[in-house]
């Protein structure tokens, strides 16, 4: 089994900073990709950024050029660093890990972009 732990987040200003982090545990060997997700408040959940344990990376469109996702196999994790940050930024955040026949969410972190 896997578990994933996400810490980070909170309040910040319009153009702000935040990085958030991802902790896996247990089975990591069965994590092919990690990724972040986030779901505004009456909306979807949405992919903001994924990597692959080859270090490819997909962004989703809005996000790009302000936010980096990185990861460390050996340690099984990954974080998310948000610059730039627009009050639309403001969403809960998941992290979630990827593999065969596995789909684990973390808990959720809430990030609010003030104006």
């Known amino acids: 089994q896997v578990q994933v732990v996400e810490s980070g987040g909170g309040l910040v200003q319009a153009g702000g900073s935040l990085r958030l982090s991802c902790a896996a545990s247990?089975?990591?060997?069965?994590?092919?990709?990690m990724a972040w997700y986030r779901q505004a408040p009456g909306k979807q959940r949405e992919l903001v950024a994924l990597?692959?344990?080859?270090?490819?990376?997909n962004y989703e469109d809005s996000i790009k050029g302000r936010f980096t996702i990185s990861r460390d196999n050996t340690k099984g994790t990954v974080s998310l660093q948000m610059n730039s940050l627009k009050p639309e930024d403001t969403a809960v955040y998941y992290c979630a890990a990827v593999g065969v026949k596995l789909q684990v969410w973390g808990q959720g972190t809430q990030v609010t972009v003030s104006s």
């Open positions: 990597i692959t344990n080859t270090g490819d990376t």
């Open positions: 247990g089975s990591i060997f069965m994590i092919n990709a």
